[in-house]
T-cell receptor, first 111, second 115 residues
Framework: GQQVMQIPQYQHVQEGEDFTTYCNSSTTLSNIQWYKQRPGGHPVFLIQLVKSGEVKKQKRLTFQFGEAKKNSSLHITATQTTDVGTYFC???????????FGKGTLLTVNP | GAGVSQSPSNKVTEKGKDVELRCDPISGHTALYWYRQSLGQGLEFLIYFQGNSAPDKSGLPSDRFSAERTGGSVSTLTIQRTQQEDSAVYLCASIPGTGVGNGYTFGSGTRLTVV
């Protein structure tokens, strides 16, 4: 079945440093979504990417979808303590009714 | 309701007992999902409902797990003869239609601990 791998598993940064997490799928995706889960909380939807090579920005967050629609990345510029949490990518295949989640990247930020 | 509501928020049960977890999705959302999140792990798909039917229950780990949805609204996930490996956070999510395009809205989850 479809597998979504995410690296790194953990990332610790100093406040103000940049952060990137990468997501790779074993199969071509119809779309990819990103979620953020704060410590003790539940995943919250951030964004969806659909088109090959698509780039979207949300303030300090930049999301990319690869040309082959099998990989994606989330980049945070100048991290802040409020960015702490686990970032999950989740992909949907041809059926488009179900998401397969990566295991997430836990980001901690040292103030 | 305004969001996805799950109950109980925490459940401690003895090994071998049955448990029922409840999910009340956003009003009007036709699709409902159950996922399981073990400590430090990603989200594992369990079952998908569209209305009252479950076209995909491929993620249920064993026949001890079952789920139903009534009235196109509330769903119950039942785990029979619980085992310690069932300990996890069980998350419910809903979306308005048939495609995942608008993203899942998750509930706060039920933390199940089997002792």
């Amino acid at each position: 079945g479809q597998q979504v791998m995410q690296i790194p598993q953990y990332q610790h940064v100093q406040e103000g440093e940049d952060f990137t997490t990468y997501c790779n799928s074993s199969t071509t995706l119809s779309n990819i979504q990103w979620y953020k889960q704060r410590p003790g909380g539940h995943p919250v939807f951030l964004i969806q990417l659909v088109k090959s090579g698509e780039v979207k920005k949300q303030k300090r967050l930049t999301f990319q979808f690869g040309e082959a629609k099998k990989n994606s990345s989330l980049h945070i510029t100048a991290t802040q303590t409020t960015d702490v949490g686990t970032y999950f990518c989740a992909g949907s295949g041809g059926s488009n009714y179900k998401l397969t989640f990566g295991k997430g990247t836990l980001l901690t930020v040292n103030p | 309701g305004a969001g996805v509501s799950q109950s109980p928020s925490n459940k401690v049960t003895e090994k071998g007992k049955d448990v029922e977890l409840r999910c009340d999705p956003i009003s009007g959302h036709t699709a409902l999902y159950w996922y399981r999140q073990s400590l430090g792990q990603g989200l594992e798909f369990l079952i998908y409902f569209q209305g009252n039917s479950a076209p995909d229950k491929s993620g249920l780990p064993s026949d001890r797990f079952s789920a139903e949805r009534t009235g196109g609204s509330v769903s119950t996930l039942t785990i029979q003869r619980t085992q310690q490996e069932d300990s996890a956070v069980y998350l419910c999510a809903s979306i308005p239609g048939t495609g995942v395009g608008n993203g899942y809205t998750f509930g706060s989850g039920t933390r199940l601990t089997v002792v």
